[in-house]
């Protein structure tokens, strides 16, 4: 079992830039895959941006490529989430999961997920 907490999530302006953070509670995720999927209100979940166990391999929506980076330390036991140049479109509940070693994009693969984090972006 892995408990995940996201934190960073916040209000800012059009073109502002965020940091989100995801930890597991209480044990590393060291050997875990790692993805970050966003909800805003009405519409269904949707993947952001994934990254392998090692940190080797990644991948972006198209929607946030350019702009967001993925990232992990497995000596910190963080995976963080830099977003920049946030818009408005970019408002929703952001979600990291987890899932063992290998990336996915398909929210349905991973098998841990935290509470989320809330971002606005205002225009």
């Known amino acids: 079992q892995v408990q995940l907490v996201e934190s960073g999530g916040g209000l800012v302006q059009t073109g502002d830039s965020l940091r989100l953070s995801c930890a597991p509670s209480?044990?590393?995720?060291?050997?875990?895959?790692i993805g970050w999927f966003r909800q805003a209100p009405g519409k269904e979940r949707e993947f952001v941006a994934t990254?392998?166990?090692?940190?080797?391999?990644?991948s972006h929506a198209d929607s946030v490529k350019g702009r967001f980076t993925i990232s992990r330390d497995n000596a910190k036991n963080t995976v963080d989430l830099q977003m920049n140049s946030l818009k408005p479109e970019d408002t929703a509940v952001y979600y990291c999961?987890?899932?063992?070693?290998?990336?996915?994009?398909?929210?349905?693969?991973?098998?841990?997920w935290g509470q989320g984090t809330q971002v606005t972006v205002s225009s």
């Open positions: 209480g044990r590393s995720f060291s050997t875990y895959a």
């Open positions: 999961a987890a899932r063992p070693f290998t990336i996915a994009v398909v929210g349905g693969d991973y098998y841990y």
């Open positions: 990254i392998d166990w090692s940190g080797s391999s990644t």
